[in-house]
């Protein structure tokens, strides 16, 4: 089995790695604010427009609010902001720009009195590309802000005094993307109540998949004004998630007995700390922390309701329904049949289905020239249904063929290969601490070394565990419902899990 890697290395050296492009950071921006993300197509959205699999853009105007912190006590902004810009291309390097804009100003009782920013800020991003990562650097090329607090005090920036960094570096997976960065701020206001310097340094860490997305930022803030000076920190956080809600039929005579609604949320909390308080607002009562949050967006979408009434009571049922109802599995249901092995063929049809990847048409075989051209693998031919998966796989570096250069596309799947997909599509191999980790399998020296590490990881993150016995089985061949337990709780690692870590455990927020 060791050849799998031999020949995937010959073969991606004959295509080009293709892996979605999904947003990124931003829809926060970078001032310590928060903003209610940016909402996860439905399947339905994709469906009709298969340009959205694999992309995802951060353009829009989203609901925003920012802790204003220039009178020496945290004031509540509440507003909108506005991302607008270009992107990341096919090329290896390039250089876009992209506008970050609040603006608005909502009191927070039934009073007049309201903290206003008006902010506009334009960042020229240079990138680069090196296989599957890309750093991109924002340098600030023109920035306007007035701030008018609550008590009408109007803080104009000096631009020429002022300047802002931002730098990321993704890693861009088939079925995520995830990334980190560090953003340093310094910013320099006039005011007729006495200049402020606002200078900022934080974090940046995120991801984002076809099932949720997350964003976290912590940033150390210090204010230096003419008589005193503050120290603080802010801890954002927004996360937008993908869930099923199943919901029973209530009328008796209705055709089916329930379906799946896709419920789309939004989670934004923005966390302070005051470390050093001002003198002169010793004698208010200020509490040395603090929260806000913007309400949960909800949004629903149904999905089609599959018959599985002859997978009663298996052990798969609900795993099989959730698939078929997001169209994972596709076809008629009564034919699918649990107990039956599934191919290699059928499965990266499925994990592609699952992940979003965009995926081309088949081309037309108009002669000898061109199909040999657009033939990978001899037996995975264009007229094969699984053709424009398994090559949208192979792009992705997913997909692998076998020393003879067939890709065994009818071939039944073990367990091992079933789990090494799964994680190639995350990109999380380097859970594993070294190239061939010692698994917790009682039987761990019968998984395969070209296996091996992602197998550690699958276990390292909760995707799989031991039978009763404490073996992981990894020759043997999988059911179609094994694999679609285990591609349902690949897509479940997804929507909950990567979100509890990069919220609860990075500032500590829990929902």
């Known amino acids: 089995m060791k050849k799998h890697l031999k020949t ?23 001032n ?9 197509p439905t399947t339905t ?37 506005t991302v607008s810009g270009g992107a990341v291309t096919a090329a290896d390097s390039g250089t876009f720009n992209v506008t970050h804009t609040v603006s608005g100003g909502v009191p927070e009782d039934d009073s007049d009195d309201a903290t206003i920013v008006d ?30 607090t609550w008590n009408g005090d109007v803080f104009t920036l000096v631009p020429e005094q002022s300047s802002f960094v931002v730098s990321i570096i993704e890693d861009h997976n088939p079925s995520a993307m995830f990334y980190r960065g560090h953003m340093s701020k310094r910013a320099v206001y006039e005011s007729e109540v006495g200049d402020r310097i606002i200078e900022a340094s934080g974090t940046i860490y995120g991801f984002d998949t076809p099932f ?12 230096v004004s003419p008589g005193w000076q503050m120290s603080y920190q802010l801890r954002p956080s927004v996360s937008v998630t993908s869930s099923l809600q199943f919901n029973d039929t209530t009328p008796t005579a209705i055709s089916f007995f329930g379906n799946y609604m896709e419920v789309m949320t939004n989670r934004s909390v923005l966390a302070y700390d005051i470390f050093v308080v001002p003198q002169i607002t010793h004698a208010i009562s200020m509490q040395p922390s603090g929260s806000t949050n913007i309400n949960n967006r909800n949004h629903f979408a149904q999905l089609i309701a599959p018959d599985t009434t002859h997978l009663r009571g298996h052990f798969a049922e609900r795993d ?21 092995a599934m191919t290699r063929g059928e499965f990266i049809t499925a994990v592609v289905r699952a992940i979003r990847l965009e995926v081309q048409a088949t081309p037309a075989r108009t002669n000898a020239f061109n199909r040999q051209n657009r033939i ?3 037996d995975v031919l264009t007229d094969r249904p699984e053709y424009p998966y398994i090559m949208s796989a192979f792009r992705s570096g997913i997909a692998y063929g076998r020393n003879d250069g067939n ?4 071939v039944p799947i073990p367990r091992e290969e079933v789990v090494v997909t799964l994680i190639r599509a995350l990109g999380l191999e380097n859970v594993a601490p070294n190239p061939a980790p010692i698994t917790p399998f009682v039987d761990g020296m019968q998984i395969s070394d070209w296996a091996r590490r992602e197998v550690y990881a699958a276990h390292s993150l909760g995707l799989i565990q031991g039978d009763e016995n404490g073996n992981f089985r990894p020759r043997e061949l999988v059911t179609k419902a094994e694999a679609a337990a285990f591609i349902n709780r690949f897509i479940d690692y997804m929507r909950e899990d990567l979100v509890r870590d990069y919220s609860e455990r990075m500032v500590n927020f829990i929902w």
């Open 376 to 378: 990978v693998f001899p």
């Open 119 to 148: 902010r506009t800020i334009t960042f020229a991003v240079n990138w680069h590309r090196q296989d599957d990562q890309v750093v991109k650097t924002y340098t600030m090329s023109s920035w306007a802000e007035t701030i008018t």
């Open 32 to 40: 310590g604010g928060i903003s209610e993300g940016r909402r996860v």
């Open 212 to 223: 949720s997305s997350t964003e976290t930022q912590n940033i150390d803030k210090w204010i």
């Open 8 to 30: 995937l290395v010959l073969a991606l050296a004959f295509a080009t790695v293709a892996t979605p492009v999904y947003a990124g950071a931003g829809t926060m921006g970078f």
């Open 320 to 340: 099989i329904s959730r698939l078929f109802a997001q169209q994972i599995l596709v076809g008629p249901t009564l034919h699918f049949a649990p107990s039956q």
């Open 45 to 81: 959205e994709r469906i009709l427009n298969p340009s959205l699999n694999g992309r995802r853009s951060i353009n829009g105007t989203f609901e925003y609010q920012e802790m204003v912190f220039l009178d020496g006590r945290p004031e509540l902004f509440r507003g909108e902001l």
């Open 407 to 410: 890709f065994h596309v009818d």
